[in-house]
């Protein structure tokens, strides 16, 4: 796989002092602050914390989908805020990709198809080889024109795991990614995230509610009362 991205192998996200509030008609509701964050290249890192303590808020700055209300986020050592909005897409689209609770594959689409689109957008040439390797990486390789209502809930996760690792990302954000599947099912999704994770060097931060699986990761931070903290395993 070719891995020649642009990215310092540092350090590829640097948040400093950085807050998210909103405004509502009680006032402005302040979800975190001085929230501070360095992640190196290929670290396996969880994000964890109670439900409405602002995880997934905290994953959509982190991936330059929104931009802090203070502070400062460099993602590969480039600041997307000072980038144009079509530099901040081409730069998303070639350096992170994401894998979601409830799957977000294209239903009127096969299994090659969902993988393949990605690398279609980026005019990769051999878009289909590619995706037909990924796809037998996560041992989908005889479900490649299935439409995902013809795949199971782990299938269709396995689906998008392939997609995402398809473009060779820096970066990979995952939220709640075996939030709709079964224990066991769960359980071997995420052997294969993080097995692709370790051999593509992909820096992966997952978003979880299981302290099980944020304890396979190599870092964990717990997210409550505004405050991001490092746990020591």
């Known amino acids: 796989m070719d891995h020649s991205k ?13 807050a998210k509030r ?6 402005d509701i302040h979800l975190f602050s001085q929230i501070n964050l360095q992640i190196v290249q290929g670290e396996s890192v969880a ?23 203070a502070g400062s986020i460099e993602l590969c050592s480039k600041n997307l805020s000072t980038l ?4 901040q897409s081409a730069f998303r689209a070639s350096n ?32 289909r080889q590619v995706a037909t390797t990924r796809l037998d990486q996560v041992g989908l390789g005889h479900r490649l024109h299935h439409k995902p209502a013809q795949l199971s809930g782990g299938e269709q996760q396995r689906v998008a795991i392939a997609r995402a690792f ?3 990302p820096a970066l990979l954000f ?6 709709n599947l079964d224990q066991h099912t769960g359980e071997q999704i995420i052997d294969q995230l993080l097995e692709l994770n370790r051999a593509e060097a992909t820096t ?27 746990r020591q395993s």
């Open 204 to 230: 992966l931060i997952l978003i979880t509610h299981d302290p099980a699986l944020a304890a396979r990761c190599q870092r964990t931070f717990h997210l409550d009362n505004g405050q991001l903290q490092e």
């Open 47 to 69: 994000i964890t914390g109670p439900s409405g303590a602002g995880k997934s808020s905290l994953l959509s700055l982190l991936a330059g989908l929104d931009e802090p209300s």
């Open 174 to 179: 995952a939220d709640e990614p075996t939030g």
């Open 166 to 168: 398809a473009t060779n």
């Open 96 to 127: 992170i990709s994401f894998i979601f609770q409830s799957f977000h594959l294209l239903p009127e689409l096969g299994a090659l198809s969902n993988v393949m689109l990605p690398l279609q957008i980026l005019g990769q040439p051999d878009a």
């Open 22 to 27: 909103f405004a509502s008609q009680a006032g």
């Open 84 to 87: 144009s909005d079509s530099e």
């Open 6 to 18: 642009t990215v310092d192998y540092q350090c590829v996200i640097n948040a400093q002092d950085v």
